[in-house]
Nanobody, 128 residues
């Protein structure tokens, strides 16, 4: 099993920045891919970003548009999501996720079924 714990959420004004962290523990060799999803009130959970073990070729949802950066520190078993130029519509609970499967196409990581482990989520609220 892998345990994922998010931190770094909070309240920020539109245009501001936040950095989310996700610490993994347990069977961390099962964290080949790590990602972030989010769920706004009344909406379905949606993909935000993903990164594989090497850290190369991170994959982002279209609405990120260069505002968010995903990264990971394998020595610390931690992934990060740097969020800049935040908008009110970015308000959501952000979930960290991890999985051990490898896909030939990075697009596979935009689907929640590609992951095995999920964190409890951290609230991000952007005031307009």
């Amino acid at each position: 099993q892998v345990q994922l714990v998010e931190s770094g959420g909070g309240l920020v004004q539109a245009g501001g920045s936040l950095r989310l962290s996700c610490a993994a523990s347990g069977r961390t060799f099962s964290t080949y891919a790590m990602g972030w999803f989010r769920q706004a009130p009344g909406k379905e959970r949606e993909f935000v970003a993903a990164i594989t073990w090497s850290g190369g070729n991170p994959y982002y949802a279209g609405f990120v548009k260069g505002r968010f950066t995903i990264s990971r520190d394998n020595a610390k078993n931690t992934e990060y999501l740097q969020m800049n130029s935040l908008k009110h519509e970015d308000t959501a609970v952000y979930y960290c996720t991890a999985g051990g499967r490898r896909y030939s196409s990075s697009q596979a990581y935009r689907f929640d079924y590609s992951y095995d482990y999920w964190g409890q989520g951290t609230q991000v609220t952007v005031s307009s």
